[in-house]
T-cell receptor, first 114, second 115 residues
Framework: KNQVEQSPQSLIILEGKNCTLQ??????????LRWYKQDTGRGPVSLTI?????NTKSNGRYTATLDADTKQSSLHITASQLSDSASYIC?????????????FGTGTQLKVEL | GAGVSQTPSNKVTEKGKYVELRCDPI?????LYWYRQSLGQGPEFLIY????????DSGLPNDRFFAVRPEGSVSTLKIQRTERGDSAVYLC?????????????FGPGTRLTVL
């Protein structure tokens, strides 16, 4: 069964600090990996998308890495802000069927405090 | 519209009732997806439309769930004989053409509570 596992489950950091979130997946065949940010009560918002040939992708203070050989990804957040408090979800797309069927992880709940 | 919209935002119903959840995708997007998110979990795929047709409905949990997109824009997710286990947030997303690397834009979701 295709799976996406994330760690840590939750994380509390002080404003201005950096943090790194981890993702391991078993989805095969692999198409691409995405990181989404989901605020409480809102739908997920896309941060990055990486195909198997891409090792890193940045979006402002967010930098995602991908190692397709070990099936691992990380999301690094630099100089955290209070507004970064949210759930960060790793999402993997496999090459199955038509379109883009996504497999979601359970997310890392990040809280940024003063 | 500017983004994906979903109505209602909240729906409370009694066990055994029928419910309809509506999704308005971004204008011009041909691909539309429905997901279900239980508390503390990531969304789970239900069904994907390419235009008017369901290209992949492998995520629908059973035959009580059905979705339509008759004109290739608005979609309705229909749940018959609701059960308490159906309680969740139902998310809709749309993407430009449904390519593997398309960004999926999500709506705010409909929170369904079955009493």
């Amino acid at each position: 069964k295709n799976q996406v596992e994330q760690s840590p489950q939750s994380l509390i950091i002080l404003e201005g600090k950096n943090c790194t979130l981890q993702c391991n997946y078993t989805v095969s065949p692999f198409s691409n990996l995405r990181w989404y940010k989901q605020d409480t009560g809102r739908g997920p918002v896309s941060l990055t998308i990486m195909t198997f040939s891409e090792n890193t992708k940045s979006n402002g203070r967010y930098t995602a890495t991908l190692d397709a050989d070990t099936k691992q990804s990380s999301l690094h957040i630099t100089a955290s802000q209070l507004s970064d408090s949210a759930s960060y979800i790793c999402v993997v797309s496999g090459l199955t069927g038509g379109g883009n069927k996504l497999t979601f992880g359970t997310g890392t709940q990040l809280k940024v405090e003063l | 519209g500017a983004g994906v919209s979903q109505t209602p935002s909240n729906k409370v119903t009694e066990k055994g009732k029928y419910v309809e959840l509506r999704c308005d995708p971004i204008s011009g997007h041909t691909a539309l997806y429905w997901y279900r998110q239980s508390l503390g979990q990531g969304p789970e795929f239900l069904i994907y439309f390419q235009g008017t047709g369901a290209a992949d409905d492998s995520g629908l949990p059973n035959d009580r769930f059905f979705a339509v997109r008759p004109e290739g824009s608005v979609s309705t997710l229909k749940i018959q004989r609701t059960e308490r286990g159906d309680s969740a947030v139902y998310l809709c997303a749309s993407s430009s053409i449904g390519a593997y690397t398309d960004t999926q834009y999500f709506g705010p979701g409909t929170r369904l509570t079955v009493l």
